[in-house]
């Protein structure tokens, strides 16, 4: 029998606690999705199977243009990530699997989204353990406009349409099977939620410079005295990556700013003895955001936007917002005329220093035992949240990276100064610096066994308990850590070697609770990957 309009079981998923009355539930890792699904039935229904099942899917195209041929085409990949089963036990179906007309019937279930997905998520092809333990963190929901929201009010998260991560519970009702095997649907629902996992902050990033890096740690610009005139000195600006801006977890309604601060040494060399330091004007900070995406799986995490360009199977989207413009005249300069007590650095650079210094490297035009002069700017940094009662409608995402899709940030600082002799424009000086946007767990989230678990395993016998695992390094202890040398694992991939996971970790772990939910892990989906193609009229 084939039911069809008013003769379809009604299906409805409702969610427990406050998350009910939210415009779009949220949760974040190891909290619990607690709920139930309603079915009502108008007429007397046959009832198969149901299916209760929280998945994660991601979604990404690119464009193909051919400029020698009218046809242009794009690629697309479709990757199902996660996937949670609730099992039904018989005993909860109705008699004889009928549902009576005008009743209704509940099926409870309860999903914990994990810390940690399947080794094999990404298909176990990753090369690099640092880019396995990545692909392995659940991503956040991203380009969703109908989960990008706070409150009741739109919100722009910055993913361009080309990306798409979206958390779904799904239902379906089956009325039989077909003669082919094929399940009979009589009834479905979705219901969304938006997803932020819990993302501890790395140890700073190995930023590999170059003339048209992504980053620029340090940058120097010669200042003349005025237009036709001759030169002033060499000015030197650089700066590290700051602390992570963390942001909270979905139960914390205090709303508090989200911030953290940046540190700019300066350094002026003057060309003669007699020189005096330009003097400073403004500093302007704005926060680039950018979503790599790509139709195939990602084997690396990437590193410089070129080389997402111009391609068939991968492509870059940045947006831009400025955060802060700020006057600097205020800030002293110090004269130094004692010479240099440490070694120059090497041109590679890390992001990494140690910000008790006010040791700033020399210029390329310092003459040797000459004097110089040393300033430090210290920059707030915030987020221009819904939370701090602005007008903003930007949705921050922890930064992340999957296996089709990447998100990272980055500062730029715009420092100008004024010179002696009047001129037209004000020498500018530009920095780019990576910063990392972490997310807090929920305290009151953690795995949890039950009762008769917790005495299985205090009746299991001792077995020989390996040394405690060591701790992630913090950023407090990774500043003052020697960088790696080029050879060692993760160098030049953004990563620290000791960013991943500790050795001793299983990789089959799924971070889940144990005993908690009683539901079924069920293996993703394969990523899957389409090509289509158009003739231009």
Wanted: glycine content about 8%; overall charge neutral; aromatic content about 8%.
């Amino acid at each position: 029998m084939v039911y069809r309009g008013k003769d379809k079981p009604l299906v409805q998923i409702n969610l427990a606690d406050d998350q009910e009355q939210a415009f779009v539930p949220t949760y974040t890792s190891l909290e619990q999705i607690r709920g139930t699904v309603s079915l009502t039935a108008p007429v007397d229904t046959k009832i198969g199977q149901i299916h209760i099942g929280f998945e994660g899917i991601c979604k990404t195209y690119v464009e193909k243009v051919a400029t020698s041929s009218p046809t242009h085409g794009r690629t697309e990949a479709f990757h199902t990530f996660l996937r949670l089963g609730q099992p039904i036990q018989e005993a909860e179906y109705p008699p004889d699997h009928i549902a009576k007309a005008g009743e209704t019937y509940t099926f409870p279930f309860i999903f914990v989204v994990p810390e940690q997905l399947l080794p094999q998520v990404c298909g176990g092809h990753e090369t690099d353990n640092v880019v396995h333990e990545a692909h392995k963190m659940p991503p956040p929901t991203l380009g969703d406009p109908m989960t990008s929201v706070w409150g009741k009010s739109m919100m722009d998260d910055m993913a361009p349409d080309m990306a798409k991560i979206s958390y779904s519970i799904r239902t379906r009702v089956s009325g039989g099977r077909e003669s082919n095997g094929k399940h009979i649907i009589i009834g479905d629902a979705v219901r969304k939620i938006r997803f932020i996992p819990a993302i501890a902050e790395h140890p700073p990033l190995m930023a590999l410079e170059g003339k048209d890096g992504d980053y620029r740690l340090r940058q120097e610009k010669k200042i003349k005295k005025g237009t036709l005139k001759g030169k002033l000195g060499t000015l030197a600006m650089e700066s590290v990556q700051p602390q992570s801006l963390r942001l909270h977890p979905p139960s914390n309604k205090r709303g508090c700013a989200i911030s953290t601060t940046a540190t700019i040494n300066l350094r002026f060399d003057p060309a003669t003895a007699d020189a005096e330091p330009p003097r400073l004007g403004s500093l302007v900070t704005k926060l680039k955001v950018g979503t790599f995406f790509s139709s195939k799986a990602l084997m690396q995490i990437p590193r410089r936007s070129s080389e997402f360009l111009y391609s068939n199977t991968q492509g870059l989207y940045v947006d831009s917002l400025q955060l802060s413009s700020r006057c600097v005249k205020a800030v002293q300069w110090i004269k130094q005329t004692a010479p240099d007590s440490l070694p120059r650095r090497e041109s590679g650079g890390s992001t990494i220093s140690n910000p008790s210094l006010t040791f700033v490297d020399p210029s390329s035009t310092y003459q040797d035992k000459g004097p110089y002069y040393i300033a430090r700017i210290f920059v707030p940094i915030t987020l221009p949240e819904k939370a701090d009662g602005n007008n903003s409608n930007k949705l921050f995402v922890p930064t992340f990276h999957s296996c089709l899709v990447s998100r990272v940030y980055v500062l730029h600082f715009y420092l100008s100064c004024h010179t002696p002799g009047a001129s037209i424009m004000d020498p500018t000086i530009h920095i780019k610096i990576p910063i990392q946007v972490s997310a807090e767990p929920n305290p009151d989230a953690g795995p949890t066994i039950s009762e008769d678990e917790a005495q299985a395993i205090a009746r299991r016998e001792p077995a020989e308990a390996p040394g405690p695992l060591p701790p992630r390094p913090t950023y407090a202890e990774a500043i003052g850590s020697v960088p790696p040398s080029p050879s060692s694992p993760g160098f030049g991939q953004g990563w620290w070697e000791g960013a991943g996971e500790p050795a001793g970790r299983s990789t089959e772990s799924l971070g889940l609770p144990e005993g908690l939910p009683d539901y079924a892990v069920h293996t993703a989906g394969r990523l899957t990957v389409s090509s289509t193609a158009t003739r231009s009229s």
